[in-house]
């Protein structure tokens, strides 16, 4: 039996109160060489909110994205069961979605919770974790040809 989509499980106040956390957060934002700002609400199971922005360094890959910000900061304090993540930045025409390595740590804590992605006037869509990075493989997985 197929399992309820955890984007439709949200409280439509509740994806309110994380979209206005995420555009919130993307003020924070330190994107001095991409000058791209991105913000992140991250809801966990027991209702905390954890923000987080984008972090550039101009050693490129030592940045950081808003989406992995707000999940290391729950899971500094503690939390590692997630509801929905919620992202924001200033494209217009196309909805933000998260990179690869983020989609990848999202994996991380399960595949059944809900990703909000929005453009800059508010609208989104949702998919879930499983929706954004639908197959992983380990090394149970290989076969022998």
């Known amino acids: 039996m197929a399992q309820a989509c955890a984007a439709s499980s949200l ?10 956390c995420c555009q919130e957060a993307k003020k924070a934002a330190y994107c001095p060489y991409s000058r791209f ?4 609400a991250l809801l966990t199971q027991d209702g905390r909110i954890f923000s987080g922005c984008n972090v550039e360094n101009a ?3 030592l940045g950081i994205c808003a989406e992995r910000t707000a999940i290391q900061k729950a899971v500094s304090e503690g939390c590692k069961d997630f509801r ?5 930045s200033d494209l217009q025409d196309d909805f933000i979605a998260p990179c690869g390595a983020c989609r990848q740590v999202m994996r991380e804590f399960g595949t059944n919770w809900a990703v909000y992605m929005t453009k800059a006037d508010g ?3 949702a998919r879930t974790v499983q929706e954004l990075l639908p ?11």
């Open 11 to 20: 409280e439509p106040s509740l994806v309110q109160r994380l979209l206005l």
């Open 37 to 40: 700002p991105v913000g992140a």
């Open 59 to 61: 050693c490129y890959p």
């Open 84 to 88: 929905a993540i919620a992202i924001a």
């Open 123 to 125: 609208t989104y869509v």
């Open 135 to 145: 197959v992983s493989f380990g090394p149970d997985d290989l076969q022998k040809v």
